[in-house]
C-alpha cells in the first residue's frame, strides 16, 4: 500500500478511496482521519472539510457499496427475468461476486460497525439493494400456496444470511475456515436444500 498523492480533482472521492484501501489492508479499525489523509497526499485539515471524521469517511465507503450493490443485485435479477426462479438464484450469485470483487466496499457495509441508519442517503440504498432480495423472493414465493407461504421479508432474509455466511465463512480467505467446496457450489447447493423445503424443487431422487 503506498501513498497514492492527491493532486487535483475530487478530494471527497481520493479520500473515499484512500479509507477503501486502508479497509482492505488493515480492516475498518485500520481507517483513521491522518491515514486516509497522508494516503490522498493532503493534510488531515483537509479531510473535515469535507467528512465530520472517521465514521462520516467509512460511511460514505458503505454508501459507494450499497449503490454498487444495489446495481450488481438488480442486473442479476433482471438477467434472470422471466424465470422467477433463475433470477432468486441469480441474486444470491451476484451476492458472492460483489463481496469479491468489492472486498473495501463489503468490509465498510457490513463488517464496520457503521449503521445503515447512519444517514438518510445510506438507509434509503441499502433499502433499495434489500428490495430487490425481497421481489425476488416475492415472485418466487408466489408458486407456494398461500398458507405455506413465508413473508418475501423472512424468506429474502434466509437467503440473505445464508450468501453472507457463505462469504464470510469460506469466500473471503478467513483463517482455518477452507471448505473442501467451492463457494458457489456451497451457495447453490444451499439454496436448493432452502427452496426444496418449500416445495419450490422436486426432491433429490
Given at each position: 500500500m503506498g501513498k497514492r498523492g492527491y493532486h487535483h480533482g475530487n478530494l471527497r472521492q481520493a479520500l473515499v478511496d484512500a479509507a477503501l484501501e486502508l479497509i482492505?489492508?488493515?480492516?475498518?479499525?485500520?481507517?483513521?482521519?491522518?491515514?486516509?489523509?497522508?494516503?490522498?497526499?493532503?493534510?488531515?485539515?483537509?479531510?473535515?472539510?469535507?467528512?465530520?471524521?472517521?465514521?462520516?469517511?467509512?460511511?460514505?465507503?458503505?454508501?459507494?457499496?450499497?449503490?454498487?450493490?444495489?446495481?450488481?443485485?438488480?442486473?442479476?435479477?433482471?438477467?434472470?427475468?422471466p424465470s422467477a426462479l433463475a433470477a432468486f438464484e441469480a441474486t444470491g450469485r451476484a451476492y458472492l461476486a460483489f463481496?469479491?470483487?468489492?472486498?473495501?466496499?463489503?468490509?465498510?457495509?457490513?463488517?464496520?460497525?457503521i449503521s445503515v441508519n447512519h444517514s438518510p442517503d445510506l438507509a434509503a440504498v441499502s433499502a433499495r439493494a434489500r428490495g430487490v432480495f425481497e421481489r425476488a423472493a416475492?415472485?418466487?414465493?408466489?408458486?407456494?400456496?398461500?398458507?405455506?407461504?413465508?413473508?418475501?421479508?423472512?424468506?429474502?432474509?434466509?437467503?440473505?444470511?445464508?450468501?453472507?455466511?457463505?462469504?464470510?465463512?469460506?469466500?473471503?480467505?478467513?483463517p482455518g475456515t477452507q471448505s473442501p467446496f467451492p463457494p458457489e457450489d456451497l451457495l447453490e447447493s444451499g439454496i436448493g436444500i432452502y427452496l426444496r423445503g418449500l416445495g419450490l424443487l422436486p426432491p433429490d431422487l
Open positions: 482492505e489492508a488493515k480492516g475498518p479499525t485500520g481507517v483513521t482521519v491522518s491515514e486516509a489523509a497522508k494516503l490522498a497526499g493532503v493534510t488531515p485539515a483537509a479531510v473535515y472539510r469535507h467528512f465530520g471524521g472517521r465514521e462520516d469517511l467509512i460511511a460514505e465507503s458503505a454508501r459507494q457499496g450499497y449503490e454498487i450493490f444495489a446495481d450488481v443485485m438488480q442486473y442479476a435479477y433482471d438477467s434472470g427475468q463481496a469479491r470483487k468489492y472486498p473495501g466496499h463489503y468490509i465498510s457495509m457490513f463488517e464496520s460497525g416475492e415472485d418466487l414465493s408466489r408458486h407456494i400456496p398461500p398458507g405455506k407461504r413465508p413473508p418475501a421479508s423472512m424468506f429474502s432474509a434466509h437467503i440473505w444470511a445464508m450468501s453472507h455466511g457463505v462469504v464470510e465463512l469460506f469466500a473471503r480467505n478467513s
